[in-house]
């Protein structure tokens, strides 16, 4: 079945620690995503990826970095300078970077720092 | 700036009652409009694009239509199952990334 996968579905994390959520897709979707989204507020981007070794910030970058070395991958380090990182993170693909192609999302994973 | 805008932002129906879900959208040169759903603890399921004001797509119990300042996501005689949040996202004015709405919870009891 082609989907998205994220692992692990809940992180705990300690203050001062990085961690790294995985992002994987089987669609063969040029263009890959990362949100966040904390209770009562909508997905906020931070992170886009349109093509392999290029990605661009979103409206919430700072504490966060992300690389795509592989079409298929895109995984998230949540950094130590991430003030507030307890949150549900999102993945998403889509087939093109046109925002007028659906995107397609993975289940998530739960952070939450201790 | 661009900025969307759901209303209500939590919906109580019986089984059987008819209700609007309403987004309200400031975006210039809309390049599509999407609306998901999405249960507690999972990720957003897409649902429909809409694309010029005028449109309308059907799946089921849900029909979602579009004007140039509004969406719709018309739920007609729901079930229990229809309980779930629906977002709402236009495409931004760069045409690079989807706004979302901070969504309407819809709880539909039997």
């Known amino acids: 079945d082609g989907g998205i996968t994220q692992s692990p579905k809940y992180l705990f994390r300690k203050e001062g620690q990085n961690v790294t959520l995985s992002c994987e897709q089987n669609?063969?979707?040029?263009?890959m995503y990362w949100y966040r989204q904390d209770p009562g507020q909508g997905l906020r981007l931070i992170y886009y990826?349109?093509?392999?070794?290029?990605?661009q910030k979103g409206d919430i970058a700072e504490g966060y970095s992300v690389s795509r070395e592989k079409k298929e991958s895109f995984p998230l380090t949540v950094t130590s300078a991430q003030k507030n990182p307890t949150a549900f993170y999102l993945c998403?693909?889509?087939?093109?970077?046109?925002?007028?192609?659906?995107?397609?999302f993975g289940p998530g994973t739960r952070l939450t720092v201790l | 700036e661009d900025q969307v805008t759901q209303s209500p932002e939590a919906l109580r129906l019986q089984e059987g009652e008819s209700s609007s879900l309403n987004c309200s959208y400031t975006?210039?040169?809309?390049?599509?409009l999407f609306w998901y759903r999405q249960d507690p603890g999972k990720g957003p399921e897409f649902l429909f694009t809409?694309?010029?004001a005028g449109e309308e797509k059907e799946k089921e119990r849900l029909k979602a239509t579009l004007t140039k300042k509004e969406s719709f996501l018309h739920i007609t005689a729901p079930k229990p199952e229809d309980s779930a949040t629906y977002l709402c996202?236009?495409?931004?004015?760069?045409?690079?990334?989807?706004?979302f709405g901070k969504g309407t919870t819809l709880s539909v009891s039997s």
């Open positions: 809409l694309y010029s």
């Open positions: 998403a693909s889509t087939l093109t970077g046109a925002s007028y192609n659906e995107q397609f």
């Open positions: 996202a236009p495409s931004n004015q760069a045409g690079t990334a989807l706004i």
């Open positions: 975006v210039s040169g809309l390049r599509g």
């Open positions: 990826s349109q093509i392999v070794n290029d990605f």
């Open positions: 669609l063969n979707h040029d263009a």
